[in-house]
C-alpha cells in the first residue's frame, strides 16, 4: 500500500523558514516523480514544485520560485522542501503527491497534509 | 503558464440530477488533463486522467470528455456520495495548474 506522510508544519514568522518532509513506503521511490501541492481555503489547489525520479530535473512555481527548494534522498525514500523567506500567503496545508506516468501524468497518490501557518 | 478555468465555481443538485462541470485551459493542451474529486477534510483523489480514462475502482457515472482548450465532467445520476469540490488539472506543461473548484451541494 502506498503511503506517504508528510511533517514539519508549524507555526512561523513572516520571513522565517521551515523544512517539510514527506516519508514515502509501499513504492518504489527512486522510480517515481514527486511533487509538493498546497491548498488553502480562499485559493484551493496550488502546485508547488516538482521533482524528477533522481532529482536531475526540478520546476517551481513561480510564487515561490527563489524562496522554496525541493529535494528528495533515494536512500531514505523521503522528499523534502526547503522553505524561506515565508510569507503570509505561503500559509497552506502542504501535500506530498506521487506522481502517475503511463502517458498523461497525473497526481496518483496524497498525503494526508501538513500545515503551514505564517503567521507574526 | 496554462490556466485553467472551471464552471460553475458552485451548484446545487439534487440526487439522480445529471451534473455536468466544465473546464477551459488557456491554451491547447491536447488530452493532459486530470479530474480530482475532494471531499472536506480528505486529500484530493484522482476520478479521471487523460481527459476521459476512468481511473481504477472510481464509479462508472463518471465520465470525462474533451481535448485541446475544453474538458466537461459528468456525472450521470449524483449519488449522495458524490457531494463534494471537483478539480481539474492540466499535466501538459511541467507546471501543472488546477482549476478553482466546482463545488457540488445538496439541493
Known amino acids: 500500500e502506498v503511503q506517504l506522510v508528510e511533517s514539519g508544519g508549524a507555526v512561523v514568522q513572516p520571513g522565517g523558514s521551515l523544512r517539510l518532509s514527506c516519508a514515502a513506503s509501499?513504492?518504489?521511490?527512486?522510480?517515481?516523480?514527486m511533487h509538493w501541492v498546497r491548498q488553502t481555503p480562499g485559493r484551493g489547489l496550488e502546485w508547488v514544485s516538482l521533482?524528477?525520479?533522481?532529482?536531475?530535473?526540478?520546476y517551481y512555481a513561480d510564487s515561490v520560485k527563489g524562496r522554496f527548494a525541493i529535494s528528495r534522498d533515494n536512500n531514505k525514500n523521503s522528499l523534502y522542501l526547503e522553505m524561506n523567506s515565508l510569507r503570509n500567503e505561503d500559509t497552506a496545508l502542504y501535500y506530498c503527491?506521487?506522481?502517475?506516468?503511463?502517458?498523461?501524468?497525473?497526481?496518483?497518490?496524497w498525503g494526508q497534509g501538513t500545515l503551514v501557518t505564517v503567521s507574526s | 503558464d496554462i490556466q485553467m478555468t472551471q464552471s460553475p465555481s458552485s451548484l446545487s443538485a439534487s440526487v439522480g440530477d445529471r451534473v455536468t462541470i466544465t473546464c477551459r485551459a488557456s491554451?491547447?493542451?491536447?488530452?493532459?488533463l486530470n479530474w480530482y474529486q475532494q471531499k472536506p477534510g480528505k486529500a484530493p483523489k484522482v476520478l479521471i486522467y487523460?481527459?476521459?480514462t476512468l481511473q481504477s475502482g472510481v464509479p462508472s457515472r463518471f465520465s470525462g470528455s474533451g481535448s485541446g482548450t475544453d474538458f466537461t465532467l459528468t456525472i450521470s445520476s449524483l449519488q449522495p456520495e458524490d457531494f463534494a469540490t471537483y478539480y481539474c488539472?492540466?499535466?501538459?506543461?511541467?507546471?501543472?495548474?488546477f482549476g478553482q473548484g466546482t463545488r457540488v451541494e445538496i439541493k
Open positions: 521533482i524528477s525520479w533522481n532529482g536531475g530535473t526540478i
Open positions: 491554451q491547447s493542451i491536447s488530452i493532459y
Open positions: 509501499g513504492f518504489t521511490f527512486e522510480e517515481y516523480g
Open positions: 503527491v506521487k506522481e502517475q506516468v503511463g502517458g498523461v501524468p497525473y497526481f496518483g497518490y
Open positions: 487523460a481527459a476521459s
Open positions: 488539472q492540466q499535466s501538459y506543461r511541467a507546471l501543472r495548474t
